[in-house]
């Protein structure tokens, strides 16, 4: 089991940025993906990496403007978003599957989730 926990969330104006972190324990071998989840709606896809951080994924509705990468020697996978929108507002988790070599875009293609960090964007 890896465990996860997500940093960097907060209070951001329209247009500004904000990098979220999730650091993780254990092995490095393992995909990892942010998901979000706004108030009632359902939880939403955002972007994947691989493994080895060669192949990374996005959902259409952050895509060019959000960039996932990672540090697997620091066991931490980083979410650097740009332009965001009043939209983009909501928690945003990290997850991680274990064993796996690619990028997940389905949620229950995950093992592992962090607790999630508030992302709020005023516009």
């Known amino acids: 089991q890896v465990q996860l926990v997500e940093s960097g969330g907060g209070l951001v104006q329209a247009g500004g940025s904000l990098r979220l972190s999730c650091a993780a324990s254990?092995?490095?071998?393992?995909?990892m993906g942010w998901f979000r989840q706004g108030p009632s709606k359902e939880r939403e896809f955002v972007a994947a990496?691989?493994?080895?951080?060669?192949?990374?994924y996005y959902g259409d509705s952050v895509k060019g403007r959000f960039t996932i990468s990672r540090d697997n020697a620091r066991n931490t996978v980083y979410l650097q978003m740009n332009s965001l929108k009043p939209e983009d507002a909501a928690v945003y988790y990290c997850a991680a599957k274990s064993g796996a070599a690619m990028g997940y875009r389905s949620d229950y293609e995950y093992d592992d989730w962090g607790q999630g960090t508030q992302v709020t964007v005023s516009s």
């Open positions: 254990g092995r490095t071998l393992y995909s």
């Open positions: 990496i691989s493994a080895s951080g060669i192949f990374t």
